[in-house]
């Protein structure tokens, strides 16, 4: 009878910690998308800057986020091992220099 109704709890128990750790994994996907938009929003602001200033598109991601930004754009810089430029999850951005165009990689997010 007792071991029943441990094994009750401990049930109740595992469950919830299962769905409380999968609705927190949700939470945070769902914050670094808010960021990643926010993120592109501004990369995308700092490429117009850095066009109308120079007449071309900046090189790379990187240039565009050093000389591109003005004092009133705050950018919000994530960085690979390699020093450069990722989005909140870790994945690098696409940016076509040609065209000036700024893309997510992440699944899900290539739209944005």
Known sequence: MISEKLFEIVLVVIVAIIIL????????D????ITLK????????????YYSRCC???????LAAEKG???????????D?????CDP???RYHYDPETGKLHSRTPGC???
Do not use: C, W
Request: glycine share 10%; proline share 2%.
């Open 21 to 28: 750790t999968y609705g927190v994994a949700e939470i945070r």
């Open 30 to 33: 769902f914050g670094k998308e």
């Open 38 to 49: 926010a993120n592109l929003q501004k990369y995308r602001t700092a490429i117009k800057m």
């Open 56 to 62: 071309t598109y900046p090189a790379s991601l990187e």
């Open 69 to 79: 930004h003005g004092k009133n754009v705050s950018l919000i810089i994530y960085n």
């Open 81 to 85: 091992r390699d020093g450069r430029i």
């Open 89 to 91: 999850f870790g994945r």
């Open 110 to 112: 290539e739209n944005y």
